[in-house]
């Protein structure tokens, strides 16, 4: 169902590489609007956010039309001509790799929000999303997943690698950060934040609107937001729900334990906890966090050190050698680099 472009993975009958490949050429205002996440990482949340911020809190474009089609993908199959007849501001979502991006946005042409997400949430939300999802294989198991998930195999390929080429080239775009923590602790001030970016001045009450429809509650209940009025052909919904609350300290077992159940893996003493590793890398406090992901995606394989459970360790420890994202360079210094974060 994946179809390797460009050291990228994209899936058949959803994307065209050529297609792909234009979106470089495509003619961009300064008006446009590009949400970036790699999957699971609060796309539909940004989604909703942005056309509510573009409405001033008005809820009727949320109800009336999907999020697909209020903030539409660059990258599917004929997105270019509707995105040429669209009028401003035009509103797009993407889960591409910077390097797909149209070149006048990486000329300062645009705006771009890039939306971050704990990997370890990342990975047990997509694994439940590709159980149900028509157009994507079923993992045989969570084991199954997980490898993949690390090795890349996935529609968006290598988490790590994602964000690290996007924060990377952040000062070649009109770019803004965040993340799906920071949102989840205080999302007014995330949604005064990218106002501030876009440069959007909304009253109290058109705020006070935004907020209160972009909250995961009057989401889950919103057709046009959840993902319910996607047909069947696309999402069996029998299987799954597009909105669930995901929490990594409770991983699904090698042999796909449903989540919330209890593993070997949550009694280790590299057990995925909220307050893990990762929690280092996504606080919610914003000093130092940007620094500290960016130095930290430098070396890679230190991330999946940090993110792995003991039982990961050993055989498969060895592997993560040989992935793509991951080089043998960076296990030289890594006791030193577990010393400077802890002093940050």
Not at 173 to 189: A, C, G, V
Not at 260 to 273: A, I, L, Y
């Amino acid at each position: 169902m994946l179809v390797p472009h460009r050291n990228f993975n994209l899936i058949n009958g959803v994307h065209s590489p050529d297609e792909v490949d234009q979106i470089q050429n495509w003619d961009i205002r300064d008006s446009d609007i590009f949400a970036v996440t790699y999957p699971k990482s609060g796309t539909i949340w940004i989604q909703q956010i942005l056309t509510l911020i573009e409405a001033k809190g008005d809820v009727t474009p949320n109800t009336e039309h999907l999020n697909a089609q209020r903030v539409p993908w660059i990258e599917l199959i004929g997105s270019e001509k509707e995105f040429n007849t669209t009028p401003s501001p035009r509103l797009r979502v993407t889960h591409l790799q910077y390097k797909f991006m149209p070149l006048a946005v990486r000329q300062k042409r645009g705006k771009v929000i890039y939306v971050a997400r704990n990997p370890k949430d990342v990975l047990v939300s997509y694994y439940h999303f590709h159980k149900y999802a028509a157009m994507l294989e079923t993992p045989k198991d969570f084991n199954d997943f997980f490898e993949k998930f690390m090795e890349g195999k996935v529609f968006g390929n290598c988490w790590f690698e994602h964000i690290k080429t996007w924060y990377a080239n952040r000062d070649n775009m009109n770019f803004l950060y965040i993340t799906y923590e920071e949102m989840i602790k205080d999302l007014r001030s995330m949604v005064e934040r990218m106002c501030r970016f876009l440069g959007k001045d909304l009253t109290e009450e058109q705020m006070a609107s935004v907020v209160e429809h972009s909250t995961f509650r009057t989401m889950k209940q919103n057709p046009q937001a959840n993902y319910k009025a996607v047909p069947d052909s696309l999402l069996d919904h029998n299987k799954g729900t597009f909105m669930r609350k995901v929490q990594s300290s409770s991983l699904p077992s090698a042999r796909g334990s449903k989540s919330g159940s209890s593993s070997s893996r949550s009694s280790s003493s590299r057990s995925w906890k909220r307050d893990s590793s990762t929690s280092t890398l996504f606080p919610a406090e914003r000093e130092g966090r940007a620094k500290l992901l960016y130095n930290l995606l430098q070396i890679p394989l230190l991330i999946t050190i940090l993110l792995l459970p003991q039982t990961y360790s050993g055989k498969r420890a060895q592997t993560f050698t040989h992935y793509s994202c991951i080089t043998p360079l960076y296990l030289q210094s890594s006791k030193n680099c577990i010393s400077d974060v802890s002093r940050l």
